[in-house]
């Protein structure tokens, strides 16, 4: 089993960063995903990186602004997110996947998944 707690979503203007936090607990030797998700519209890959070699792979509307990043001893994968643009206002979810050197961007592919943190960009 694991556990996923996003943190650190909030209301920025557009330009501005923020950085979401996704502490996990439980068995952790999992690969990482964000998704996001916007009212009305399905649930949308945004990054993941693999457990071991930190591989990374980026959606291709936040390539360049958005950069995912792992502490294997803290348990805490994280998001900073830079430049946003109020198309990027959504609900931003962790999930994770067991297959920990694969590559996935469909959320099926995904076993476990957070509770899901705001993002709000004004403009």
């Known amino acids: 089993q694991v556990q996923l707690v996003e943190s650190g979503g909030g209301l920025v203007q557009a330009g501005g960063s923020l950085r979401l936090s996704c502490a996990v607990s439980g068995r952790t030797r999992y690969a990482m995903g964000w998704f996001c998700q916007a009212p009305g519209k399905e649930r949308e890959f945004v990054a993941t990186?693999?457990?071991?070699?930190?591989?990374?792979y980026y959606a291709d509307s936040v390539k360049g602004r958005f950069t995912i990043s792992r502490d294997n001893v803290q348990n805490t994968v994280y998001l900073q997110m830079n430049s946003l643009k109020p198309e990027d206002t959504a609900v931003y979810y962790c999930?994770?996947?067991?297959?920990?050197?694969?590559?996935?961007?469909?959320?099926?592919?995904?076993?476990?998944w957070g509770q899901g943190t705001q993002v709000t960009v004004s403009s």
């Open positions: 990186i693999t457990w071991s070699s930190g591989n990374t």
């Open positions: 999930a994770a996947h067991p297959y920990s050197g694969h590559i996935y961007s469909d959320p099926a592919k995904y076993n476990y």
